[in-house]
């Protein structure tokens, strides 16, 4: 399975922007997906998660009220819609899916190549 992100991009802060991850087999499959962002010098970070059925979300608590991650397994993509974003949001932005499996190593992680989000202030 490849995941590939898209929207990423410059926006002013206030702006908005959705990332969406694309997969190229089923998304069904992923018992979690996850938005995680790399600023210049930092480690990566988990931004937000979401569970199989979309039921669960999580979000770190920097984007709480403004981000919101969902998943549409009949489209294979999952997205995350960034609103109010600050210069503190800039990175580059990775989308994880997560599959369970039934013999070590028992999971396995996949993931995109990134997408850059640039706020100006």
């Not at 999580?58 to 549409?72: A, M, Q």
């Not at 993509?77 to 997560?98: A, F």
């Not at 070590?104 to 989000?117: C, F, H, I, K, L």
Request: proline content about 2%; some cysteine.
């Amino acid at each position: 399975v490849q995941l590939v992100e898209s929207g990423g991009g410059l926006v002013q802060a206030g702006g908005s922007l959705r990332l969406s991850c694309a997969a190229s087999g089923s998304t069904a499959n992923f018992a979690a997906m996850g938005w995680y962002r790399q600023a210049p010098g930092k480690q990566r970070e988990l931004v937000a998660v979401i569970s199989g059925g979309g039921g669960t979300t999580n979000y770190t608590d920097s984007v709480k009220g403004r981000f919101t991650i969902s998943r549409d397994n009949a489209k294979n993509t999952m997205y995350l819609q960034m609103n109010s974003l600050k210069p503190e949001d800039t990175g580059v932005y990775y989308c994880k899916g997560r599959e369970l499996l039934s013999v070590y190593p028992y999971e396995y992680n996949y993931w995109g190549q990134g997408t850059q989000v640039t706020v100006s202030s």
